[in-house]
């Protein structure tokens, strides 16, 4: 129990895990509202993870559905793998954000509403025929009604600023209300604000008076009679930060760049989700990190072919409409046998889809979408934190076998959030690879394998005496001139397959959690892994026999899995896509797979996957809830 | 290697291994000859230059050169070059195009990399025709051109190509024949001197599916009447007596006879490469036979910092700020943003 300014007993609550949704109009900050949140969570020691979902139209019209932008957190006292199915609690900034998100709040859960904004106007706009704070529908909820407006506006007196400006802080009210309510603290979002409007005095003490105010709110008033308690989660020792998967990925490709000891070059046109990429690496001139927007996909990944010739670590970053323009280019890379990167953020589709949501739909492309036999890795990094791992290891692969890799990260995992315990730089592997040495005389050969990993070497122009030429047409074995003997053409194809398959030497063994063995594996990809596992957590607390495997390299193949794949009655497979994937292992090991595909935009629910995974099993031991 | 260092090469230094397989006769073989001839004059390594063509036919001379070269894909060169040159300032780099390569599937790079100033020398090998998929039209055929692909003649207003680098912002442009190879050679210095995009239209002959294209003004018999020598700072004067010029009233070009009607030399236009404004080199490049002499040789050049220039003075820039800060280190950044320590 605490007492509150009025004298009165308010009583705390405590809680393993709660998830929040932020949601306003996009001009209402819900973003940065929903980032400050997870900032300040996350260095109270919670994990946490985060989910934005924002509006494709930059400027939907103001009180608009298709205006609404949220942002949803899950933070927890133990480990979590997911933003959270359905919001315990949501905070509503207008009548549209309500309308939108209602449907998704648990039973029973809290709305906090700024009730300002429910005038005839905002409720027709959404849609609603009466107001639903008035009409009772809300009466399965737990209803909170602030005039937030209103409390900004008494706060913010004096400041000389218009009430235009004051209403943009209601936003901070807010969150100070919901800092209150877990027992959250304000410093860190009081040190943004000092930063953020340096310089801009009256602007930053607005929001620094909405903060508090929205916290005074709480603590005073009798509107609350809880407030929550989340212990902080025993993660592994060590430093962390809060990271999307966009910023992950780039700090990977910065640290790939030093592990590998060559100059890091990005060319990339701007798309969701994927230019946040670009924006970061963007800044990291002071790196020595040279980017160019280039003026289409095509360009891009040209741009990164020619930066890979002349020895730098040449890379491109798209999502998939961007992917589907570099298919050809792809292609020289496999021909003339260059080290490259491309990431692809996956986004719903086909064509333009929906260029904010999720999707795992890119999967065979990336392996198939090109021209004749063209063999490339394929790696997909399963969370935000691990973007950073994994861009390292396409790197590792594209260097050590002299290939292009495909990179394929996804909108969720892109803006989503979660702890990452920081790495020491000092403790990764060197991927240093040499270029071919200078050479005296003639008889340099361009496609003299490396008998190991098959990889020819890297000739780059500046070389005395290495003077060659490569190119798309089919070179001759060894040689590497042009060629158009039927049978070294066959012998290359293989080589070229061959290069790439050698690869699965270095993918570790497969990790299962759960049951190596049993009734049912649940088999993944990618951003799906929070809610596997959880769902396999569940599954496992009741007694259920179950495993989850989750790959990392989708081409080639982990070596262990078509044992794995054995050891199971059943194996799911649940994808953000039709069953691109599980096309994959059905050919290859000749596995029955039984396909999950959702494709909505959103990342899947952990209570569908464990429904799921319930109808494959025998008698339940107890009934899910 | 310091350029006092290098030894002194030739020709048969930029020649490789490999059989020249273009068709007898064909322009091609003239613009390799020149290529090769002038390569020694720039004290470059041959290690230190690259050639990147597209596709075409104009896209095999990389495998004839002895330098560095990457035939790359239809359009694309453009591409590659930028990220090469960005990547490696240290290289000499020339781009091997044709007129369906640049013009059409590469339309776009090619404005960009001119727009940049992507420090590379583009060779467009204008034959008026589609060689390599034999006989189609291109975006330089004249309108009624009868081809495979138009059998009724094209309807399609052909592109100017130095007009279109010229809005593109190109700060070299130039022009020559595959015939005319003194001319060609001293149009290939002049390229390879210049730092940033540099852009020569090459006039070549395809004599299997487009023979003759140009021959109505290049031919040696007519040439000196209907082609003009540009010569920066020089009056524009040509025909086989010399007294035929031509006069710029207002924005309009006008041909006239040196000593009739009271013209003189000095009424004539002087031609200078190096005007900042591209309005004079645009009227240049759409003076044609029958109308005008065609123009051949440097339309512009005008000094611009090229983007590797740029690219690297951002960088040392952006790191010099920063080493006031202290050293830039990778595991700070790594641990940029709010951070806590879990015990
Ligand atoms: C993507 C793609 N589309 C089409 C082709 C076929 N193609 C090769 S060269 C060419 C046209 C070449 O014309 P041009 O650039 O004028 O070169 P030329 O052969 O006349 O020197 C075409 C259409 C190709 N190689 N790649
Ligand atoms: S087709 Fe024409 S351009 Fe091509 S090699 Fe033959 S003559 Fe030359
Ligand atoms: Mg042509």
Not at chain 1, 458 to 481: C, F, N, Q, S, Y
Not at chain 2, 34 to 54: H, L, W
């Amino acid at each position: 129990m605490t007492t509150n300014k009025s004298g009165e007993q308010q009583s705390i609550t405590e809680l393993d895990r709660v998830t929040i949704r932020f949601a306003g109009d996009s001009g209402d900050g819900m973003q940065l509202t929903g980032s400050q949140f997870t900032a300040t969570t996350a260095l109270f020691g919670n994990d946490v993870s985060t989910l934005p979902d924002f509006p494709a139209e930059i400027r939907a019209p103001a009180g608009s559905l298709p205006g609404v932008s949220g942002f949803q957190i899950s933070f927890s006292s133990g480990d979590i793998h997911t933003p959270g199915d359905r919001p315990d609690v949501l905070v509503a900034m207008n009548p549209a954000a309500l309308k939108v998100n209602i449907a998704d709040l648990v039973p029973g859960g809290g709305i906090i509403v700024n009730t300002d904004a429910f005038n005839e106007i905002n409720l027709r706009k959404a849609g609603y025929e009466s107001d639903p704070l008035k009409d009772r529908s809300l009466q399965g909820y737990n209803l909170y009604e602030i005039p937030m407006s209103t409390m900004v506006a008494n706060a913010c007196e004096g400041l000389g600023m218009t009430s235009k400006q004051i209403e943009l802080t209601k936003n901070f009210f807010a969150l100070g209300v919901m800092f209150w309510l877990y027992e959250r603290s304000m410093a860190a979002t009081e040190k943004w604000i000092a930063e953020k409007f340096a310089g801009k005095d009256a602007v930053a003490e607005a929001n620094r008076r909405a903060l508090h105010a929205g916290y005074a709110f709480g603590e005073t008033t009798e509107m609350f009679h809880t407030h929550y308690r989340v212990a902080p989660a025993h993660l592994p020792p060590g430093m962390y930060r809060n990271i999307t998967g966009n910023e992950a990925t780039a700090l990977g490709f910065v640290t790939a760049s030093r592990l590998a000891e060559r100059d890091l070059f990005l060319a990339s046109y701007p798309i969701t989700p994927a230019s946040d990429i670009l924006h970061q690496l963007s800044s990291y001139k002071h790196l020595g990190i040279k980017t160019v927007q280039s003026e289409d996909e095509i360009a891009a990944i040209g741009a990164a072919v020619g930066a890979a010739y002349g020895g730098a670590l040449g890379m491109t970053t798209t999502s998939g409409p961007g992917m589907a323009l570099k298919a050809e280019m792809l292609g020289l890379a496999v021909m003339v046998e260059l080290p490259l990167v491309v990431v692809d953020v996956q986004r719903a589709g086909p064509s333009t889809g929906m260029p904010t949501k999720t999707e795992q739909g890119d999967l065979l492309m990336s392996m198939f979408g090109r021209n004749s036999d063209s063999p490339i890795p394929v790696v997909a990094p399963a969370t935000p934190a691990e973007c950073f791992t994994m861009a390292i290891e396409a790197w590792r692969i594209a260097l050590k076998h002299m290939t292009p890799v495909v990179y394929l990260s996804d909108a969720f995992l892109a803006t989503g959030a979660e702890p990452w315990l920081i790495p020491q730089v000092a403790d990764l592997p060197s991927i240093k690879v040499e270029n071919a040495p200078a050479a005296t005389g003639p008889g340099f050969r361009p496609y003299k394998r490396d008998p190991e990993t098959l990889a020819r070497p890297w000739a780059v122009p500046g070389t005395p005496g290495l003077e060659h030429r490569i190119g798309g047409l089919e070179k001759l074995d060894e040689l590497g001139t042009v060629s158009y003997d039927p049978d070294n053409h066959h012998r290359m194809n293989l080589l070229r397959a061959e290069k790439v398959a050698r690869i699965v030497r270095d993918i570790p063994a497969t990790e299962i959690y759960g049951d190596d063995r049993g009734e049912l594996l649940i088999l993944g990809w990618g951003s799906t892994y929070g809610s596997i596992r959880s769902a396999v957590e569940r599954l496992r607390a009741r007694g259920r026999k179950v495993g989850h495997a989750h790959i990392r390299h989708i081409n080639p193949l982990p070596g262990d899995l078509g044992e794995i794949l054995q050891r199971f009655d059943k194996v799911l497979m649940p994808e953000l896509n039709a069953g691109q994937l599980r096309m994959l292992i059905r050919s290859k090991y000749l596995v029955d797979a039984i396909g999950f595909n959702l494709v909505r935009g959103k990342p899947f629910q952990i209570g569908e996957i464990e429904a799921k995974a319930e109808s494959l099993l025998g008698e339940s031991v107890e009934v899910a809830k | 290697m310091t350029q006092s260092e290098l030894p002194v090469l030739t020709k048969k230094d930029f020649e490789s291994d490999q059989d020249v397989r273009w068709c007898p006769g064909c322009g091609d073989y003239s613009i390799l000859a020149q290529t090769q001839k002038t390569m020694p004059d720039f004290g470059v390594a041959k290690e230190k230059i690259v050639f990147i063509s597209g596709i075409g036919c104009s896209g095999r001379l990389p495998y004839y050169m002895n330098t560095f070269g990457f035939h790359t894909i239809h359009g694309r060169a453009a591409t590659i070059a930028t990220g090469l040159k960005a990547a490696r300032p240290d290289l000499m780099v020339w781009v091997i195009t044709g007129d369906g390569d640049a013009l059409s599937i590469g339309g776009n790079h090619l404005i960009h990399a001119m727009r940049r100033n992507v420090d590379m020398k583009m060779i467009m090998f204008n034959n008026r025709i589609y060689g390599l998929t034999k006989g189609q039209a291109s975006p330089t055929s004249p309108i009624g051109k009868k081809t495979k692909s138009t059998p009724l003649g094209t309807i399609e207003t052909p592109i100017i190509p130095l007009n279109l680098v010229a809005a593109a912002e190109a700060s070299f442009i130039a022009r020559s024949v595959d015939t005319h190879s003194e001319h060609l050679q001293e149009m290939m210095h002049r390229a390879g001197e210049h730092s940033g995009a540099a852009f020569l239209e090459v006039l070549q002959n395809c004599n299997i599916f487009n023979d003759g294209a140009w021959r109505d003004f290049t031919d040696k018999s007519v040439k000196e009447d209907r082609m003009l020598v540009l010569k920066h700072g020089e009056p524009m004067i040509f025909g086989a007596e010399k007294n035929k010029g031509i006069r710029l009233n207002g924005l309009r070009p006008e041909v006239v006879t040196i000593g009739e009607n009271g013209v003189s030399v000095a009424d004539l236009w002087v031609h200078d490469e190096t005007d900042p404004d591209a309005t004079r080199t645009q009227i240049l490049s759409r003076m044609w036979w029958p109308d005008f002499p065609v123009p051949v040789g440097v339309f512009r050049r005008v000094p611009r910092p090229t983007h590797d220039q740029l690219l690297v003075e951002q960088i040392d820039g952006a790191k010099a700020a920063r080493a006031a800060k202290g050293p830039v280190d990778l595991q700070k950044l790594l641990a940029s943003g709010e951070t806590w320590t879990v015990e």
